[in-house]
């Protein structure tokens, strides 16, 4: 069974369950407010009546893939809900957190032949603790175990250590080598849209499409390079093989509409131009499939790509665009989706607007539905 396909289809906000594929049952469900005067999420984690060996949740932190399978689902029930209850409706702060952070009380009650241990609750990175209660992040829950979003492992998960090169006049960390073309490196469901939103690596096979894209008066205002087939043939079979760059495809329920470059700052001519730190990355984008466009569309799937930049390496502190400086309708979306304008400069090709969010103005501003 796909969890992502239980995901598509989740009950009503205020009771949920899904039976985890361990055989864990996790229900949420929210109940009338208590002594902290606000609702409440009851987390309630039993077995079913056929397993008769009692088995403890910690034990599965040696098992990350059955872990995160649970956790997962958890988190997916209290974001869908974290509308209920927004953070300014706390009296106080808790842990410091930004008053924009939904955070949900949550109380844990377990069957008796489930081992709930503190270390297993705050283990999963998911809940906070200030004093003796429990919280549901919402920025936690985004930021906890990428794996969650995708199938491969990011790259500071396989590299903690950082070794300088030098490639041409750049010199920068040495990267690990790419995920491998058409593979999946993100995908998670957009409640708002009722729709899985997934990006993979971009593969040969996509070229014709890709051209499609390309040859859009729309979109070849931005990328020049219409109707020319060599042209076009030349700088994919380039994209697929640099290694500072990702071409990625993304996808709304496996159906191909965006082509978007998620690159390497520090190693991308950008750097000439404005301070890059070594793990910045950058992206370019374009929507193929007229069907997909609009401001509703443009929400889920800009705030997905940069969940993948952040997702991606922990070390990546800035995500940054460079627009032409006069594309406002672009400017204009990023803008409603935090980023900022931090000053306009020359490309030899054209005048760029540089556009910047940082990963706590990210996790800070997530709009919640998309």
């Known amino acids: 069974m796909d969890l992502f396909s239980i995901m598509a289809s989740p009950e009503a906000a205020d009771e949920l369950s899904i039976k985890d594929l361990t055989g864990y049952e996790i229900v949420a469900q929210l109940v009338a407010p208590g002594e902290w005067k606000l609702p409440l999420l009851d ?20 098992d990350s893939d ?25 009296s106080a702060p808790a842990n410091g957190l930004p008053f924009n952070d939904a955070l949900i009380p949550v109380k844990f009650t377990a069957a008796d032949n489930v081992d709930l241990t503190l270390a297993a609750i705050l283990g999963a990175g998911i809940f906070v603790q200030d004093g003796h209660r429990y919280f549901f992040s919402r920025s936690a829950y985004l930021q906890s175990m990428p794996r969650m979003f995708s199938n491969y492992r990011p790259n500071y998960r396989q590299w903690s250590s950082i070794v300088y090169v030098d490639s041409g006049e750049f010199h920068h960390p040495l990267r690990l080598p790419n995920p491998a073309q058409g593979s999946c490196v993100y995908k998670r469901y957009i409640p708002n849209l009722k729709k899985i939103f997934s990006l993979r690596m971009a593969k040969q096979e996509d070229f014709a499409m890709w051209a499609s894209w390309m ?38 329920d496996g159906e191909s509409f965006l082509y978007t470059e998620v690159y390497w700052a520090a190693e991308d001519n950008l750097s ?26 443009v929400a889920a799937w800009l705030q997905s790509i940069q969940h993948f930049i952040f997702l991606d390496d922990v070390r ?36 760029s607007a540089w556009m910047c969010i940082t990963r706590e103005e990210f996790y800070n501003n997530w709009k919640v539905g998309f």
């Open 43 to 62: 987390i309630s984690i039993r077995v079913p009546a056929d397993f008769t060996e009692g088995i403890a949740i910690e034990d599965l932190v040696a």
């Open 215 to 252: 040859n859009n008066p729309r979109v070849s205002k931005f990328w020049g390079m219409a109707n020319d087939e060599d042209k076009q043939a030349q700088y994919f079979a380039q994209i697929l093989s640099d290694k500072h760059v990702y071409p990625l495809i993304g996808q709304f």
């Open 316 to 351: 990546t502190d800035k995500a940054m665009l460079e627009p032409r400086y006069d594309n406002a309708k672009l400017i204009g979306y990023l803008t409603g989706a935090g980023f900022h304008k931090d000053r306009e400069f020359n490309f030899p090709h054209k005048r």
């Open 272 to 297: 000439r131009h404005v301070p890059i730190n070594p793990f910045d990355r950058g992206f370019h984008l374009l929507v193929g499939e007229e069907k997909f466009r609009g401001p509703h569309m």
């Open 66 to 90: 059955r872990l995160i399978r649970i956790w997962r689902a958890v988190g997916f029930m209290l974001s869908m809900g974290s509308t209920i209850l927004p953070y300014e409706a706390l």
